[in-house]
């Protein structure tokens, strides 16, 4: 998409309705099946990813472009109990619109919605640490990676990556992970 195409087309997130999954399953789809940025099961039919996708989390939004569906994000605690008070979410972005801003209204839509839900953070649990578009697009906005666990996601052409932990405050600015400069300040744990 040339950069004048791009600004004549505005990306707007709202959110999903029922009748929107028949345009959310080919990007779900497309990204299950190519096996290197998400932990869901390549084989996945589309009842299951309908599922997981929409009956389980406590918001889905799509980025439209257009009046074309060309993203989809869920959102929902991290954790149940204890842990309720950290969001968590998946983005997908059909490919054809890669790095034209879809991805980019996802998460700020979902860092807006976490605040106004009075959460304290989102966390990430499993970025791939090989998809550097998402790595660099959470860290635009604020993310920090809390730690890499080596070798945890299967990658289907690179062998086993690691799995970042990404981490966003919402009520304080972001976080600096405990490292060597944090150690020799004396505060590291």
Do not use: C, K
């Not at 700020?108 to 966390?123: C, H, K, L, P, T």
């Not at 060597?180 to 590291?188: I, P, Q, S, V």
């Amino acid at each position: 998409m040339s950069a004048a195409a791009e600004t004549l087309s505005v990306t707007t997130v709202r959110e999903a309705r029922a009748e929107d999954w028949p345009n959310i399953w080919p990007i779900v789809e497309e990204v299950v099946r190519a096996a290197d940025t998400f932990a869901y099961e390549p084989t996945m039919t589309e009842e299951q990813a309908r599922s997981v996708w929409l009956d389980a989390p406590e918001r889905v939004v799509v980025a439209v472009r257009d009046d074309v569906v060309v993203g989809t994000a869920n959102m929902y605690p991290n954790r149940p109990g204890p842990g309720s008070h950290i969001a968590s979410g998946s983005i997908m972005v059909d490919r054809a619109v890669r790095g034209t801003g879809a991805g980019r209204a996802l998460v700020e839509d979902m860092i807006d919605w976490a605040g106004r839900q009075g959460y304290a953070a989102i966390q990430f649990n499993a970025v791939v640490d090989t998809n550097a578009a998402a790595v660099h697009l959470y860290e635009s906005l604020g993310f920090v990676t809390l730690g890499i666990a080596p070798g945890a996601f299967r990658h289907p052409e690179l062998g086993d990556v690691g799995l970042r932990i990404m981490w966003r405050d919402l009520g304080r600015p972001a976080v600096e992970p405990a490292g060597d400069a944090a150690l020799e300040n004396g505060t590291g744990a």
